[in-house]
């Protein structure tokens, strides 16, 4: 499974973004996604995921009611729409996938994740 994620970018604070992860692979609506972040000088932490078929969601506190992530199976993408952005918000964006059929309380775990796209920056100026 290649995973290519585009749609980052400079913005404003208060800007929207919306990032995308298209994937290969003829499993794709099986696999659990995720978004996951990094910011300079900081560990990666994890933003906001969804299950195989669309069956749950996860998002951060940091994120929750501002970021919502979908998917579209029929073109192997996952989406994550970004609003009310700010600041601290600013890092590598990178999308992943776990073949694993993941509980909730695993989607936030990197290690359970098998793929990982090359990151896209978002930079939010204040």
């Known amino acids: 499974v290649q995973l290519q994620a585009s749609g980052g970018g400079l913005v404003q604070a208060g800007d929207s973004l919306r990032l995308s992860c298209a994937a290969s692979?003829?499993?794709?609506?099986?696999?659990?996604m995720a978004w996951f972040r990094q910011a300079p000088g900081r560990a990666r932490e994890f933003v906001a995921a969804i299950k195989g078929g669309s069956l749950g969601t996860s998002y951060a506190d940091s994120v929750k009611g501002r970021f919502t992530i979908s998917r579209d199976n029929a073109k192997n993408t996952v989406h994550l729409q970004m609003i009310s952005l700010k600041p601290e918000d600013t890092a590598v964006y990178y999308c992943?996938?776990?073949?694993?059929?993941?509980?909730?309380?695993?989607?936030?775990?990197?290690?359970?994740?098998?793929?990982w796209g090359q990151g896209t920056h978002v930079t939010v100026s204040s």
């Open positions: 992943a996938a776990s073949r694993l059929g993941l509980i909730t309380s695993q989607l936030r775990r990197g290690d359970r994740y098998d793929y």
């Open positions: 692979g003829r499993s794709f609506s099986s696999y659990a």
